[in-house]
């Protein structure tokens, strides 16, 4: 459980999906991290802030340079802290030392006086991807991953780009509300019961990233539509807060260039969707 500081405050984002392919994202982050690095803050990294990632024997511009952004962060005193996702899974501790970094169990919790905040990737909740559970299931297996790493880099990066065709294929053959978070799953997150079986402990909300559904759900309305529209409050049973992906290279009209969640010890929060 981390616990955030009183005078300070926890900054969460997620999804930035960044590669050589966006700059302009990659830049955003960079001048966004250091906005909020300071002594007492916490940064939160939920998770998919790179593309792909194929181990930690990179040498790749994009990288580097996250790298040094989250450790300038450190060294103005903010704690950072980095949970896998879907894409970046293979992230280690040698990457996490370059970086100055935590890396993180999913889930994890965050306590406030407002009550206890599961934070996730939000990949886990998705239940009803039944396809997606058994590929994350595989590649989350140690021996998998072992033999993947001894691979040449060049066979790795092949191999994650087949595999990132076979996702794309699969994301236009299914439907959204399938790819969303199952409701029973959530559900029983608030009890404490994870979709792996085992017992992680009962929170009040929950904050995920993964979907691109950006939204603060209550629970008098837990279904509502994704709204990525800047929001703020104060923490309270039943929420889920979803953040937004970012993407400031190819923007469209509909949905947000990025954004991110702040969220203080006693509990309020802003949801900051930039545009
Ligand atoms: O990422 P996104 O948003 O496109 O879709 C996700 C789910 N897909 C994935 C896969 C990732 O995109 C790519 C991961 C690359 C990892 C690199 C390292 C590889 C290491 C391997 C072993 C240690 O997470 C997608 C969900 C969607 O979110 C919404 O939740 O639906 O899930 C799928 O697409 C499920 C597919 O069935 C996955 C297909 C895997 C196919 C594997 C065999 C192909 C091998 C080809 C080899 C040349
Ligand atoms: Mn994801």
């Not at 092949?158 to 978070?181: F, L, P, Y």
Request: charged share 20%.
């Amino acid at each position: 459980m981390i616990e955030i500081p009183a005078q300070g405050a926890a900054h969460f984002a997620s999804d930035l999906h960044l590669s050589e392919h966006t700059p302009k994202t990659l830049e955003a982050f960079e001048h966004w991290i250091a906005s909020v690095a300071q002594p007492q803050s916490l940064v939160f990294l939920l998770g998919d802030v790179f593309e792909v990632w194929c181990g930690d024997d990179h040498d790749d511009e994009v990288p580097h340079r996250v790298a040094r952004a989250t450790r300038a962060a450190r060294q103005a005193g903010a704690r950072v802290f980095f949970m896998h996702g879907n894409r970046d899974f293979l992230i280690g501790e040698r990457f996490a030392g370059d970086g100055d970094f935590e890396l993180l169990p999913d889930p994890e919790f965050v306590q406030t006086q407002g009550g206890i905040v599961l934070i996730t990737h939000g990949d886990q909740l998705c239940t009803d991807d039944k396809a997606y559970q058994q590929f994350r299931q595989l590649s989350r297996d140690e021996t998998w991953q072992a033999d993947f790493l001894a691979k040449p880099r060049s066979q790795r990066l092949a191999i994650a780009q087949g595999i990132r065709t076979e996702s794309k294929t699969h994301k236009s053959n299914t439907a959204m509300a399938i790819m969303d978070v199952n409701a029973q799953a959530v559900k029983q997150a608030y009890a404490g019961r994870w979709p792996d079986g085992y017992f992680v402990g009962k929170c009040h909300t929950i904050l995920h990233g993964h979907t691109h559904r950006c939204a603060v759900h209550t629970a008098e309305s837990p279904l509502a539509a994704p709204k990525a529209i800047s929001q703020e409050g104060t923490i309270r049973d039943g929420m889920r807060i979803v953040l937004p992906d970012w993407n400031y290279d190819t923007p469209n009209q509909q949905s947000a260039k990025g954004g991110y969640l702040t969220l203080k010890h006693s509990g309020e929060f802003q949801l900051t969707v930039f545009r």
